[in-house]
C-alpha cells in the first residue's frame, strides 16, 4: 500500500524567510497530493492541493511542486509570518487504492514555527 | 453551510465502555471518513463510506464500527473502549466521482479512555 513519509518533524525559522517541507511517496499510481495546515486544537484544513498531470502550483505566498519520476513533493511557504506557524501535513492518495478513489495516506507532520 | 458537524467534543470513558461518536455533513458528499489523530501524529483513516449503505474498513480498524443509513450521517461506534483508543477523532466528507477531491474535515471529538 502507499506510504508516505514526511521531513523535517519540526521547522524553526526567521519571520520573512521561507520555509520548504518535504514529503515522499511509495505508490507510482499516486495521483492527488493535498498539503493541510492544523493549528493547535484546531481541525486540519486544506491550503493548496496537486495533481499529478501539473509538476507545480502557486498560490499567494505557498506553492507546492511535484516530481513523479523521484515520487516526491515539497511545499514552499516564502515571506513567512507568524501566523504561518501551525503543524503542516502532506497526504497522497491513489486512484484506486484498496479498490475506491479518494482514500488519503497522511505523512507524519511538520511543526512549522515561525520566530517573530 | 454548517459544513462537517461532530459531537461530542470532548469524552472521557472507562476501559469497557461503548460510546457513538455522531458525524454529520451537509454539503451533499457521497464520501465520508473517520480518523484518528495520535498526539504528535499524522491521521490514520479508521473507515470510511462512499455513499449510503456502503462502508469499508481503513488502515486501522479494529475496535470500530461505522454505519452509513443516510448521506448526511456517519456516525463511529467503539465497542468494548480500550486505552489505546485515547485519541482525537476527525470526520471528514468529500465529493469523488472518480477522481479525488478536497476532504473537509470536522472540528474533533477528543477522547480519553482510563
Known amino acids: 500500500g502507499e506510504n508516505v513519509e514526511q521531513h523535517p518533524s519540526t521547522l524553526s525559522v526567521q519571520e520573512g524567510d521561507s520555509a520548504v517541507i518535504k514529503c515522499t511517496y511509495s505508490?507510482?499510481?499516486?495521483?492527488?497530493f493535498p498539503w493541510y495546515k492544523q493549528e493547535l486544537g484546531k481541525r486540519p484544513q486544506l491550503i493548496i492541493d496537486?495533481?499529478?498531470?501539473?509538476g507545480e502550483k502557486k498560490d499567494q505566498r505557498i506553492a507546492v511542486t511535484l516530481n513523479k519520476t523521484a515520487k516526491h513533493f515539497s511545499l514552499h511557504i516564502t515571506e513567512t509570518q507568524p501566523e504561518d506557524s501551525a503543524v503542516y501535513f502532506c497526504?497522497?492518495?491513489?486512484?484506486?487504492?484498496?479498490?475506491?478513489?479518494?482514500?488519503?495516506?497522511f505523512g507524519t507532520g511538520t511543526l512549522l514555527a515561525v520566530q517573530p | 453551510n454548517a459544513g462537517v458537524t461532530q459531537t461530542p467534543k470532548f469524552r472521557i470513558l472507562k476501559i469497557g465502555q461503548s460510546m457513538t461518536l455522531q458525524c454529520a455533513q451537509d454539503m451533499n458528499h457521497n464520501y465520508m471518513y473517520w480518523y484518528r489523530q495520535d498526539p504528535g501524529m499524522g491521521l490514520k483513516l479508521i473507515y470510511y463510506?462512499?455513499?449510503?449503505?456502503?462502508?469499508d474498513k481503513g488502515e486501522v480498524p479494529n475496535g470500530y464500527n461505522v454505519s452509513r443509513s443516510t448521506t448526511e450521517d456517519f456516525p463511529l461506534r467503539l465497542e468494548l473502549a480500550a486505552p489505546s483508543q485515547t485519541s482525537v477523532y476527525f470526520c471528514?466528507?468529500?465529493?469523488?466521482?472518480?477522481?479525488?477531491?478536497?476532504?473537509?474535515f470536522g472540528p474533533g471529538t477528543r477522547l480519553t479512555v482510563l
Open positions: 463510506s462512499v455513499g449510503a449503505g456502503i462502508t
Open positions: 496537486i495533481r499529478s498531470n501539473v
Open positions: 505508490d507510482s499510481a499516486s495521483n492527488y
Open positions: 497526504a497522497a492518495t491513489s486512484p484506486f487504492y484498496g479498490g475506491a478513489t479518494n482514500k488519503l495516506i
Open positions: 471528514a466528507s468529500s465529493w469523488a466521482t472518480g477522481s479525488p477531491d478536497t476532504q473537509y
